[in-house]
């Protein structure tokens, strides 16, 4: 059975006291949530503490946006799976295109850090996706597979979540077309041995597109990013028809 997993991911966005008052507004709109869809909040490391005691006994789960793959050591500026377990945190956005992009990451410390989250009981998102010029020149589906085969090597599918994101539709306003959408997570799909993976889009994801989104058969949840920070409107989206 495929779970819905609803995930914001704030970025580097809100202070503890923003993040509180976001909360404020947001649970109030949870109160007829179905109890089957999990709902992430992914903030920064400053807010984790602080949310992990506002989010007690709620419906929503807390979650990070990056994991280092050692227990401990001198990684200055990088965080360990047991330092998140400690606090509450149950998911944690792993190989963002962000971090790809800005960071350095790579598939072969990708495949690292999703093993690492594992280890620590942590379920990771795996972010895969392609650029405007790689989806221009063809390469849309060979690049996704080969991200897949370098990422998920020796990694537990059971416990797994898979997001879709266009990295060219990310902050853009442009939003990949909803069946195509489909058809790509429908790749992936056929390249996982766990078909029950949870698989989301990602990329421009609001209130007005959310349902048409969530209609497609092969998707299973959305990884929001800008629209995450608006209580109500991130509820609208957490709430699809």
């Not at 059971?158 to 489909?182: F, R």
């Not at 997570?185 to 029950?196: A, D, E, H, K, T």
């Not at 092969?218 to 800008?226: F, N, P, Y």
Request: proline residues 4%; negative net charge; hydrophobic residues 40%.
């Amino acid at each position: 059975m495929r779970k819905i997993v609803i995930a914001g991911n704030w970025k580097m966005f809100k202070t503890q006291a923003e993040s509180v008052e976001f909360l404020q507004g947001f649970l109030p709109e949870l109160e007829k949530t179905p109890q089957d869809r999990q709902v992430v909040l992914c903030v920064p490391f400053t807010d984790l503490s602080v949310l992990s005691k506002s989010l007690h006994g709620s419906l929503v789960n807390l979650g990070a946006q990056n994991v280092h793959w050692e227990e401990n050591g001198a990684y200055t500026g990088e965080i360990s799976g047991p330092m998140l377990a400690e606090i509450g945190v149950s998911y944690v956005i792993v190989g963002h295109s962000e971090r790809r992009q800005y960071f350095g990451e790579t598939d072969h410390t990708v495949n690292l850090r999703l093993k690492a989250a594992q280890k620590y009981g942590l379920t990771p998102i795996l972010c895969v996706g392609e650029t405007k010029q790689q989806r221009d020149a063809g390469e849309t589906e060979s690049l996704i597979i080969t991200q897949l085969e370098k990422d998920l090597v020796d990694v537990d599918q059971e416990n797994l979540v898979i997001a879709y994101e266009p990295i060219w539709a990310i902050g853009t306003g442009d939003t990949c077309e909803s069946l195509e959408a489909n058809r790509v997570i429908g790749l992936i799909r056929s390249q996982l041995r766990n078909p029950n993976v949870t698989i989301q889009y990602g990329g421009s994801v609001k209130p007005d597109n959310i349902d048409e989104i969530m209609a497609q058969p092969e998707i299973d949840g959305v990884l929001v990013g800008g629209a995450s920070l608006a209580p109500k409107g991130f509820a609208r989206i957490v709430n699809f028809h």
